[in-house]
């Protein structure tokens, strides 16, 4: 064994290593004649070269603990040497009486240091020694940095380390890794001994504190274990989740391995082993990621993430792609190791022998087999063989659990996990069937016990295609949670408008008789994701298969099938075509049949829409939904179809009309009225409406006008642009997205409008990549200065800078899994050709795609632009300069191919 090598420790000794004591030597000070040599260039080389070596057996297979510690060995060698060299600086006259130590903590002191991660040392000094003690200190940090490590480096007396560890958790986490690397034995064991028994002491102080720091970063870098990108290290169910079971183990028992907590019952074995799997896992996957990328790198971004997928040796299957099949590995062992890490911190906050025997010994009864103590529910002896072999019997106990707002029992909750692990699914019984539904119809603390059932494997018993679905990535930027997390988040978006007072979804969702149809329809809705064949088709059949094995009647089976079928249906009409069309409304009607089903569609299409991750659901797609409502329930409600929706938007308009500007003529202002769009209508309250439409009349002095206001609810910007269109097209929309672009503004909606007079009145909904919140005074008027320069021919040709991309935007240029495509059709609109494009988001490609437009000398008469995280799907209503529709072939190929051309250059 090299001297950098620890020896292991037996339990309770301070980590120690066996260099700790032993005198500085020459071999990086010099050659022995005294003569001093500068040892950093040979200890960079060191490092270097041993990182290749490391690098090599890593690459052929050896274990991540393995290379971790090698690494830590090569590390050692080199801060020993650092060490020696410094102490025979400061001190050459006095090495056996030296009163300091240098102490590893964290990962390095742990042995578990991945390739390029930092290196935390401390050097612990005797207070009587501070003036040397800070030369000492400056030349570690400062020769350690020199060899091209990273090091975190403190220096601090035993006091100082104890003070800091009981008020901060991020010392005391770190501290409990300490290993004594070189110096004096004797203060070492007094600092760490101090530090052992004074956490058990304030265990219970220590472990909150230790808990809401966790909590903090979880909300940080990811909640859910099911986070698409998430950071290996400290993601929930990540490598700082395994830590956090040795910091606990220390602070409750002076312990961080896990064979003594195993010993004294604090952490199953199972969950033990568990661990272990996952930690060994974890660690091969993040020393992969920094040796690729020659960096700390914890981020599980998409192309380090097929990059990986690729290395481990995933080929993919029918309808799941390799980087899907890496993926859900990865999910399934963080699955695991959340839920051991979880049960371990509810057993030591609570761990105390009078506190189980009471818990045991004054339980109530309720119902025959379970109990309810001041902590926990429980199942008795027999209770839980009858939990272990019956679903119906776990959702009965979820249903006390939730009743009295107490967990269920660890020891309960281990044994139907570990049964329901290995049961077959099979037929389930009519009790099961109607506990389930039961479940279903209710809105309170719904997707929670959900989550809980699909934790237990219980969910999958009951339908089976979640089995299928659990940790499946959907390998894109629009989905933020894997195919189960979505689905479940999908029933926790719907039931939260239960509590919505003000919305027209709170209204039709808390009217709902009976909401069991839609939840199921929610949760079932994208479990067709994962086949060769188109989601929604498969997802039709495991709905019909579902409906059959829970027994539904043929009314809730066909509208079962019908939303999931159709769930992307809404979305696609409102964001895709021209609500101020009839024809729209009446084809999406047609299809809905009934206000019923209307009401449903809208629900799930909405909850469907905010579950796919943060920021995705905006006021501007709520309106294009709730136009579209409106207009078909008025063919479902009215005698007359449409009719009863016809005289809300008149009565909107008359409202318009009463705020008409005494300067503004009568008829003029009944014209414009007339021609508002029916979303604008919707949206816009009538005393902003008549604000924005007097301004028009300025249009008879000016070439045209604009104006912004921040949204403060959407926190995004608006900017509308009027102007005048005589003759030849100007090209008015392609000139204000170039602008916008190349003013570091990210376009998420557009709408273009003719209004009489042939005023052009366009506006767009963006994001401003360089402020976050309201912008700062004069931004606005500064883009709506750089919009009217663009319209009078004044403005340079727009530059988008690469600074301007956001980190989405900068991977979508390196990954893109879908191809473009340009979809033309003639058939749905009797005036318009419709150019709907399907195409991966950067900065410019509206202006890209739009200028291709002005320049095949097309007329755009609407455009419906949406924006899905990284994905756009852009639609335009063009015709001819004759006003004719684009139908001769060639030119519909020639137009394809230039706006291929546009989308996949840069």
């Avoid at 209770?383 to 019956?390: A, F, P, V």
Wanted: hydrophobic content about 40%.
């Amino acid at each position: 064994m090299s001297e950098a090598q620890s020896k292991p420790q037996s339990t309770g000794s301070p980590p120690v290593h066996p260099g700790a004591g032993q005198p500085p030597t020459a071999t990086a000070t010099g050659t022995g004649t005294g003569k001093s040599v500068n040892p950093i260039p040979a200890l960079r080389k060191r490092l270097k070269e041993g990182r290749q070596v490391i690098r090599a057996r890593h690459d052929t297979g050896a274990s991540g603990p393995e290379v971790c510690r090698m690494m830590t060995d090569l590390v050692d060698s080199i801060v020993l040497d650092i060490y020696r060299a410094a102490v025979q600086q400061v001190r050459p006259q006095a090495w056996q009486d030296a009163p300091w130590c240098l102490v590893a903590h964290g990962g390095y002191g742990r042995r578990d240091l991945a390739p390029f991660s930092d290196v935390d040392l401390m050097l612990l000094y005797d207070p009587a020694e501070e003036a040397d003690s800070q030369a000492l200190a400056k030349l570690l940090h400062q020769w350690i940095n020199d060899t091209g490590l990273h090091v975190g480096f403190a220096m601090r007396t035993d006091a100082q380390s104890w003070k800091l560890a009981w008020t901060d958790a991020s010392v005391i986490t770190s501290l409990a890794e300490s290993r004594l690397l070189i110096g004096s034995i004797q203060l070492y064991l007094r600092y760490f001994r101090g530090l052992r028994l004074g956490a058990q002491r304030r265990a219970k102080r220590l472990i909150a504190m230790i808990e809401a720091a966790r909590l903090e970063e979880r909300r940080k870098y990811g909640e859910t274990i099911f986070l698409l990108e998430p950071n290996i290290k400290r993601s929930r169910g990540g490598l700082r989740d395994v830590q956090l079971v040795r910091w606990l183990g220390f602070v409750r028992h002076g312990e961080t391995d896990l064979r003594p907590l195993i010993e004294n019952e604090t952490i199953p074995e199972e969950d033990a082993r568990a661990l272990e799997r996952g930690y060994h896992y974890l660690l091969r996957i993040r020393n992969q990621m920094h040796f690729e990328s020659q960096r700390a790198q914890d981020q599980l971004d998409r192309a380090m993430q097929m990059r990986l997928a690729e290395w481990a040796g995933w080929r993919g299957a029918e309808g799941i792609l390799p980087v899907e099949q890496f993926m859900q590995e990865y999910f399934e062992h963080t699955s695991e190791i959340r839920y051991a890490s979880a049960h371990m911190l509810d057993n030591v906050k609570w761990q105390s022998p009078l506190a189980s025997s009471l818990q045991r010994s004054v339980g109530m009864p309720v119902q025959r087999d379970f109990r309810v103590g001041f902590r926990y529910v429980w199942a008795t002896r027999t209770g839980l063989e009858r939990l272990k072999r019956d679903p119906a019997a776990v959702i009965e106990l979820m249903a006390v659990s939730s009743r009295y707002g107490k967990p269920i029992d660890p020891v309960t909750w281990r044994e139907i996990r570990m049964a329901m692990r290995n049961r077959k699914i099979t037929q389930i019984d009519q009790l099961t069937i109607e506990r389930f539904l039961d479940l279903m119809s209710q809105s309170t603390n719904l997707a929670e016990q959900l989550r809980r059932l699909h934790e237990l494997r219980v969910l999958e018993q009951i339908i089976p295609p979640m089995q299928h679905a659990r940790c499946l990535l959907q390998f894109n930027q629009y989905h933020k949670y894997t195919v189960d997390a979505h689905s479940i988040r999908a029933i926790e978006c719907v039931t939260e408008l239960e509590q919505d007072r003000t919305g027209l979804l709170g209204s039709i969702y808390r009217s709902l008789r009976d909401k069991t149809i839609l939840h199921l329809a929610l949760l079932l809705h994208d479990l067709g994701k994962g086949y060769p064949e188109d989601h929604s088709e498969v997802g039709a059949r495991i709905a019909a298969e579902m409906a059959d094995r829970l027994k539904l009647n043929a009314q809730d089976k066909e509208t079962l099938v019908f939303l999931v079928h159709k769930h992307l249906l809404m979305v696609h009409t409102a964001f895709r075509f021209d609500l101020s069309d009839d024809d729209t409304a009446v084809r999406f009607a047609a299809t809905v049949g009934s206000s019923e089903r209307l009401q449903l569609l809208l629900l799930l299409t909405y909850a469907d829409l905010a579950s796919v991750g943060p920021g995705v659901v905006n006021e501007w797609k709520i309106d294009l939904l709730l136009q579209l409502y409106y207009q078909t329930d008025a063919h479902f409600r009215d005698e007359r179809p449409g009719e009863g929706f016809h005289e809300d938007i008149l009565h909107r308009r008359d409202a318009i009309r009463q705020h008409r500007p005494r300067e503004c003529d009568a008829e003029w202002w009944d014209q414009q009225v007339d021609a508002l769009p029916i979303g604008y209508l919707i949206r816009t309250p009538a005393a902003l409406a008549a604000t924005e439409l007097a301004r028009l009349r300025d249009l008879e002095t000016k070439h045209c006008l604009t104006w912004g206001r921040f949204l403060e609810q959407q926190k995004a910007l608006e900017f509308v642009i009027a102007t005048r269109q005589t003759g030849r097209p100007i090209g008015t929309f392609h000139r204000m997205t170039g602008v916008l672009s190349s003013m570091g503004m990210q376009i998420i909606a557009a709408e273009i409008h003719t209004q009489p007079d042939d005023i052009a009145w366009d506006r767009f909904l963006v994001q401003d990549t360089e402020y976050e919140g309201s912008p700062p005074p004069g931004r606005i008027d500064a883009v709506c200065q750089a919009m009217e320069q663009a319209l009078a021919g004044d403005a340079p040709a727009p530059c988008f800078r690469d600074f301007w991309k956001s980190r989405t935007s900068r991977l979508t240029d390196k990954i893109q899994v879908q191809p473009t495509q340009v979809r033309f059709d003639n058939s749905t609109s009797d005036k318009h050709t419709i150019i709907t494009l399907f195409a991966y988001d950067r900065m410019g490609l509206l202006y890209s795609v739009s200028k291709v437009l002005f320049e095949m000398e097309l007329i755009l008469h609407s455009a419906k632009i949406s924006t899905h995280l990284d994905q756009v799907v852009d639609v335009f209503y063009v015709t001819d300069m004759t006003g004719q529709k684009i139908t001769e072939s060639t030119r519909l190929y020639m137009i394809r191919q230039r706006l291929l051309q546009a989308v996949n250059s840069d």
